[in-house]
C-alpha cells in the first residue's frame, strides 16, 4: 500500500519559513517524479513546484519561484518543500504527489498518489 504522509505545516506570519516533509512508503521512492500542490478555500489545486527522480529537473510556480525550494532525500524516501518569504496568499493545504512518468508536472490528474494534506496559513 502507497503512502505519502506530510508534516510541517502550521501558523506563521508572514515574512517567515516553515519546512513541509512528505515521506514515503510502500513504491519505489527514487524512481518516482515528485511535486507539491496547494489548494486555498474556493481555489482549484494548483501546481507548486517539482522534482524529477534523479533530481535533474526541477520546475517552480511563477508565485513561488526565488522563495520557495523542493529537494529530495531518496534514502530517506522523502521530499521536502522550504517556504520562505511567505506571504498570506500562501495559505492553502499543501499536498506532495508522486508520478510514475515525468510528465505534464503542472497537471495534477498526471500524479499516481497524493498525500492527505498538511495546513499552511500564513497571517498578515
Known amino acids: 500500500q502507497v503512502q505519502l504522509v506530510e508534516s510541517g505545516g502550521g501558523l506563521v506570519q508572514a515574512g517567515g519559513s516553515l519546512r513541509l516533509s512528505c515521506v514515503g512508503s510502500g513504491l519505489t521512492f527514487s524512481s518516482y517524479g515528485l511535486g507539491w500542490f496547494r489548494q486555498a478555500p474556493g481555489k482549484e489545486r494548483e501546481f507548486v513546484a517539482s522534482?524529477?527522480?534523479?533530481?535533474?529537473?526541477?520546475l517552480y510556480a511563477d508565485s513561488v519561484k526565488g522563495r520557495f525550494t523542493i529537494s529530495r532525500d531518496n534514502a530517506k524516501m522523502t521530499v521536502y518543500l522550504q517556504m520562505n518569504s511567505l506571504k498570506p496568499e500562501d495559505t492553502a493545504v499543501y499536498y506532495c504527489a508522486a508520478q510514475a512518468q515525468y510528465q505534464r508536472v503542472f497537471v495534477a490528474t498526471t500524479y499516481d498518489y497524493w498525500g492527505q494534506g498538511t495546513q499552511v496559513t500564513v497571517s498578515s
Open positions: 522534482v524529477s527522480w534523479n533530481r535533474g529537473r526541477i
